[in-house]
């Protein structure tokens, strides 16, 4: 089934299609403990959202630099710097924070920036802090809602006061849309989400991200 724009609650960050709630791709992957423990910190994911809607208006040549808060201002002059070296990429309105959903597998999410460029489909999410290792997994799953699964996927790191000002890390590791899809598979059936939850318990948090454990943990499922 093609990939649909749902309708989106800001608040709690639900996403529905005719009234049907679907789970995001970050829900899943946060629900299989596949993201750090800081991720749900209040103070970061308030800076993330602060720093996605500025480099949004920046993007769109909207933003009031006089009134964007100081602590977020230098987030976007390092966007903007990743802009400028891109050497001529822009982002329209129909490249950013690109919602889609997929009623087919009950999965949704917002593409930070996607589009074609230099002759290949690319898909970048913006990161405020160190990208965790299942930024390749999140992506893969924007690419697999999109219909792009052979877009090209990067994370750029915004880093205020560093050098470089900003890091471009590209994941370009084919086994990561199985590993989505498996995540997409668990996910969705109570009971394996109950065994993995259990078996999550005993594992470290560097060890869940592991790719075997999520094809293995998949392939139980079946037996």
């Given amino acids: 089934m093609p990939t649909v724009t749902p309708d989106f609650e800001q608040a709690a960050h639900r996403y529905f299609v005719d009234g049907v709630e679907h789970a995001s791709v970050t829900t899943i992957l946060k629900n299989l403990g596949l993201y750090p423990p800081y991720s749900d910190d209040?103070?970061?994911?308030?800076?993330?959202?602060?720093?996605?809607?500025?480099?949004?208006?920046?993007?769109?040549n909207v933003l009031d630099k006089t009134l964007t808060h100081p602590d977020i201002l230098p987030y976007v002059e390092c966007w903007e710097m990743f802009v400028a070296d891109s050497g001529g990429l822009t982002f329209e309105r129909e490249h950013i924070e690109v919602r889609v959903a997929d009623p087919s597998t009950g999965t949704a999410g917002t593409i930070d920036r996607i589009r074609e460029w230099q002759g290949e489909w690319w898909i970048w999410d913006i990161k405020s802090g160190d990208p965790p290792p299942v930024t390749a997994l999140q992506l893969a799953g924007y690419a697999d809602l999109?219909?792009?699964?052979?877009?090209?996927?990067?994370?750029?790191?915004l880093r205020p006061g560093m050098n470089p000002r900003y890091r471009i890390r590209e994941y370009t590791d084919r086994n990561d849309l199985a590993v989505w899809r498996a995540c997409r598979a668990i996910h969705a059936s109570p009971a394996a989400m109950r065994l993995w939850a259990a078996m999550a318990e005993d594992v470290r948090y560097d060890d869940l991200i592991n790719c075997q454990l999520l094809f293995g943990f998949k392939k139980g499922m079946k037996e």
Avoid: K, M
């Fill in 146 to 157: 999109s219909g792009h699964n052979g877009a090209r996927r990067a994370s750029v790191w």
């Fill in 42 to 60: 209040p103070f970061y994911r308030d800076r993330g959202t602060a720093v996605h809607t500025a480099t949004e208006f920046s993007d769109l």
